[in-house]
Each structure stands twice: as structure tokens, then as C-alpha cells.
């Protein structure tokens, strides 16, 4: 029996929060204590994890907390995970873009990526670290160079985009955000979020000047957030939420559902010359096990894909650079 197969007879499987007590961390970690889905939660930062380990280990929930502090704890915190999900690092200011958060973050995930390879080198890693279209990419080039990289099993973590889309069609249609079903594409920052408004469920009809409108809300929530908490730190909660709903998928399939749709930024063929690529795929035991095509998208959204491709090619590039350059 494969360790997988292992992990999913045993339903209770082990799952890391790094940067556990930060603003996405925290409310992360109390989403995750609720899940019937986790054996054991293990909370690693570089510091307060005691004092969050030991708040949330009071809540009456068959989950196990253990908190960890500081890099000679890491791998400890690491070993035996099935699900190591990473919001460490540092978040944007009023008037930074994701990419200003580059030259701290790609260390940060650095580090933790090369722990992973030695702790836990088969857990399925999703990243929250900005820029995402970058901190990917630098993490499947660590797993890479350890031999550990299973393209099937590294995410960026996109789930905020979708579940902002959600919502604000759900505010246009005038229907439960749970009836909403759209697709966002491509990466994590500015033009290259992609909502493809074209194939929203329930239907939408919008002139071309409103959904260019909606297009750039969805593109711009973060910085919506940013600016309303006036330097005090981006999108937590909203963020906790996503996060939260993206581990319950990959638990599922961690657990032997193989059926679970989801989004996410991964290792794809889907769209030509763009080597990670946000968008829906099946999930399995295996991790991404079948993605599921594009679909037709409007000339609108053809021109939105062409208009992303530059810059995300680059964030992908300098994400590579970087890792490499840490040789
Ligand atoms: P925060 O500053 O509140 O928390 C970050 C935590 O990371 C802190 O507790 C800090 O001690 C910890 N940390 C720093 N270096 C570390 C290391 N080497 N090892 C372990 N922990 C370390 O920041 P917040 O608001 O929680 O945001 C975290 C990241 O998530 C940022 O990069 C932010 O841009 C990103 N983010 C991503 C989103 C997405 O949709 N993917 C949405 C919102 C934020």
C-alpha cells in the first residue's frame, strides 16, 4: 500500500499552518480546529505560537493542537504532515502591489519549502505567501532541486479570487452567494486574476462597460481591503475563510473522495507558454488528477488572458531566477 492510501485509511490526517500566528494564521488555524476532517494541527511561527496553540487546544474538538516556535522547531512541527498550508510572511501596505513583497516572502517560503523536503517531502503544500505567482514557482524549484516535487501536490492558493467573484455576482443577481458558480483564471495579482464572467451561474447579463467594471472590483478586492484597513495589514479573514475551504477539498481527496472540483495555482499545460496557471481541476488521492478545459471564453476574456500573459510570465520567471540564484 502506498503511503497515500495509508494516509486516506487512517482519516485522521495531520496538517501544518506556517505563520500560524499571524492575521491570516490565526483565524486559519481556529477554522481548521473546527474540521472533522484533521487528526492534528500543527502550529508553527516564528513567534506567539505557545500562547495560540495552547488558546485554541481549549476548544472542545477532536482535533490535536501542538504549537511550535522558531526555525530548530520547524521540522518537528513538520514531520508526519499531510497538509502544510503557509500564509508566513509579510503583507502589503496602501500603495504596495504584491510584487513589493517579493524580497522578504521569497526567502520566507524558501526556508520553509527546504524544510518540507526534509520533514514531509509527500505533503500536499499550498501557498498563501504573496506573490503568489512568484512564491510557487521558487517552492517547485526547491522541491525540484531535493527531488522531492510532485506537481500534482503544489498549490497557490487562489480561493480568495473565487469566493470575491462569488459574492459580488451574488450582490449583482440578487441570489445566495451558494448559488454562484464562477470560474477565475490564471494567477494572483492584478490583470492576471481572471474572473471569467462569461460562464457564471446563475447567468449574468451586463453591458461590456459593467463587466469590465466587475472584472476590475474583483481584480482590485485585495487592495479594497488594504486600503480599508488603512496600513494595518491586507485581507485575514476573508483570507482565513478561502484557505479553510481549500484545505477542506484537499482533505477530502486526501481521504479518497475523488471528486473534488476546485481551483488553484499549479504546474499546467492548460494555456501554452504559461508554465503555472490558475484554474479548475479535479482532485484525487494523487493530488491534481485531471484538469478540466477552459471552456469558451468571451472576446472580452480572450483579450484579458492575452493582456495577463506578459506579466505573468515574468513573475513565473523571477520566481525561477531567484530560486536558482540560491544555489
Ligand atoms: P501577518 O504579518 O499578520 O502574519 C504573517 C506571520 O508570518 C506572522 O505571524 C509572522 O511572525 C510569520 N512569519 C514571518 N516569517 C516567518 C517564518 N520564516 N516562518 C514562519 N512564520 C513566519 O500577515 P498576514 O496578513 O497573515 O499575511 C500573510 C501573507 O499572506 C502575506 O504575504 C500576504 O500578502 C498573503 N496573502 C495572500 C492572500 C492570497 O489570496 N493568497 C490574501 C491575503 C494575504
Known amino acids: 500500500m502506498d503511503r497515500i492510501q495509508k494516509i486516506g485509511s487512517h482519516l485522521s490526517p495531520k496538517v ?9 494564521g490565526q483565524p486559519l ?12 494541527l500543527s502550529l508553527y511561527d516564528v513567534a506567539n ?18 504549537g511550535y516556535l522558531g526555525p530548530q522547531q520547524l521540522e518537528v512541527a513538520l514531520q508526519g504532515c499531510h497538509l502544510v498550508i503557509i500564509p508566513a510572511g509579510v503583507p ?31 505533503a500536499w503544500v499550498a501557498i498563501i505567501s504573496n506573490p503568489v505567482n512568484s512564491t510557487v514557482p521558487i517552492a517547485a524549484e526547491i522541491f525540484k532541486r531535493a527531488g522531492t516535487y510532485d506537481p500534482a501536490k503544489l498549490f497557490g492558493v487562489t480561493t480568495l ?19 454562484v458558480h464562477v470560474p477565475v483564471i490564471g ?3 492584478g490583470v492576471t486574476i481572471l474572473p ?40 485575514t479573514l476573508s483570507m482565513a475563510h478561502a484557505a479553510a475551504r481549500f484545505a477542506e477539498s484537499c482533505l477530502r481527496a486526501i481521504n479518497g473522495d475523488a471528486a473534488v472540483l476546485e481551483y488553484g495555482y499549479v504546474d499546467s499545460k ?43 510570465l515574468s513573475s513565473i520567471k523571477k520566481g525561477v531566477d531567484f530560486a536558482g540564484k540560491q544555489l
Open 161 to 179: 479570487d473565487v469566493i470575491r467573484a462569488e459574492t459580488f455576482i451574488a450582490e449583482i443577481a440578487g441570489v445566495d452567494p451558494c448559488q
Open 49 to 66: 505560537t505557545p500562547g495560540v496553540a495552547c488558546d485554541l487546544s481549549h476548544i472542545s474538538t477532536g482535533v490535536r493542537v501542538k
Open 92 to 122: 502589503r501596505k496602501p500603495g504596495m502591489t504584491r510584487d513589493d513583497l517579493f524580497n522578504i516572502n521569497a526567502s520566507i517560503v524558501k526556508g520553509l519549502c527546504e524544510a518540507v523536503t526534509r520533514a514531509c517531502p509527500h
Open 187 to 189: 494567477g494572483h495579482a
Open 270 to 312: 492548460i494555456v501554452p507558454g504559461l508554465p503555472f496557471f490558475s484554474s479548475r481541476f479535479r482532485l484525487g488521492r494523487n493530488g491534481v488528477e485531471e484538469f478540466i478545459a477552459l471552456g469558451p471564453l468571451s472576446p472580452l476574456e480572450v483579450k484579458g488572458l492575452e493582456v495577463m500573459r506578459e506579466e505573468l
Open 29 to 40: 488555524s481556529l477554522l481548521l480546529k473546527l474540521s472533522p476532517l484533521i487528526g492534528e
Open 196 to 235: 471569467v464572467l462569461s460562464q457564471a451561474t446563475p447567468r449574468i447579463q451586463l453591458s461590456e462597460e459593467r463587466l469590465k467594471a466587475l472584472t476590475a472590483r474583483i481584480q482590485d478586492a485585495g487592495t479594497e481591503v488594504v486600503q480599508a484597513k488603512a496600513g494595518t495589514g491586507s485581507a
Open 16 to 24: 501544518a499552518v506556517l505563520g500560524a500566528a499571524g492575521g491570516i
